[in-house]
């Protein structure tokens, strides 16, 4: 089976995130493991899962603006951040914008602030409607991977590589319902 797992991140921890769960679809997959900015649509095509996850921006998906509000914070002095490469191209709400349907399955995931949902939001339900409105079969909930003063929490990259094992395990079933 074949898995594309598009992130968006900023300081590198939604990516740190993406690449464990690579770590965990990787047995018996082929796992291509891409920034958003280099997700063209064509990559798309024959992927049996699209796993998308991106940081938690106000509640929710990033946009322009809270991406650039980003950049600035790691731009200020002492602030101990580092961007990542991508970090100034398109978020993940841009990236649908620019692609039609699309066969297989889906996951989604964020990283957000280690805290209730209700109080932190989670960009991973917007991106599991996202997933779904563009053709996307979902086979797991939305997960949401814990930050804590821009750092991942503890466990957090080894709890995203179990779900990505359990994203492998799902993944034949499903997709012989498709």
Request: aromatic share 4%; net charge neutral; proline share 5%.
């Amino acid at each position: 089976m074949r898995a594309v797992i598009i992130y968006e991140s900023m300081y590198g921890n939604t990516h740190a995130i993406a690449n464990a769960i690579g770590r965990g679809l990787a047995l018996g997959n082929e796992v291509t493991v891409i920034p958003v900015a280099d997700a063209t649509p064509d990559l798309l095509d024959g992927a049996d899962l699209v796993v998308a996850g991106a940081p938690t921006h106000i509640h929710g998906m990033s946009r322009a603006r809270s991406r650039q509000a980003a950049v600035e914070a790691a731009h200020k002095d002492g602030s101990g951040l580092t961007l990542e490469p991508h970090a100034q191209g398109p978020g993940l709400r841009d990236w649908f914008g620019t692609v039609g349907r699309i066969h297989g399955c889906g996951a989604a995931f964020d990283t957000r602030m280690t805290g209730p949902a209700a109080l932190t939001g989670r960009a991973s339900k917007a991106i599991a409607k996202l997933l779904d409105r563009h053709g996307l079969t979902e086979i797991a909930p939305a997960q949401s991977f814990l930050v804590k003063d821009n750092r991942l929490q503890p466990g957090e990259e080894d709890r995203a590589e179990q779900w990505g094992r359990e994203l492998a395990a799902k993944l034949p079933a499903a997709a012989a319902f498709l």
